[in-house]
């Protein structure tokens, strides 16, 4: 399996910015997107954005123009730079990876242990 950190979550105000980082450790395997989910309790969990090694991103509706997803496939991260933060925003936001083993066909969807973000009120 491939091993994701995130980091950056944390406390901020309502119009504050955040940037979220994550590191995967993936020996043996081919990494396909990287990207971002966020869930609260009770609710699913709901993809932010993700990006693919040639750079295609893919944005949810609900923070374009706000979050902007990058990449370093060369150095395993993702980050999420997060602007303008409402307190909807409030979510555990989880790393993910989709990634195979080499010399397989068999696509893996690895998650992170996840990162709280608080928006103050």
Not at 28 to 43: A, L, S, T
Not at 61 to 73: I, K, P
Not at 75 to 100: F, I
Request: overall charge neutral; some cysteine.
């Amino acid at each position: 399996q491939v091993q994701l950190v995130e980091s950056g979550g944390g406390l901020v105000q309502r119009g504050g910015s955040l940037k979220l980082s994550c590191v995967a450790s993936r020996p043996g395997f081919i990494i396909d997107v990287m990207g971002w989910y966020r869930q609260v309790p009770g609710k699913q969990r709901e993809l932010v954005a993700t990006i693919t090694g040639a750079d295609r991103i893919n944005v949810a509706d609900s923070v374009v123009g706000g979050f902007l997803v990058s990449g370093d496939f060369a150095k395993n991260s993702v980050y999420l730079v997060m602007n303008s933060l409402e307190h909807d925003d409030t979510a555990t936001y989880y790393c993910n990876a989709v990634a195979r083993k080499l010399g397989s066909y068999q696509w893996l969807n690895c998650w992170g242990a996840g990162t709280q973000v608080t928006v103050s009120a």
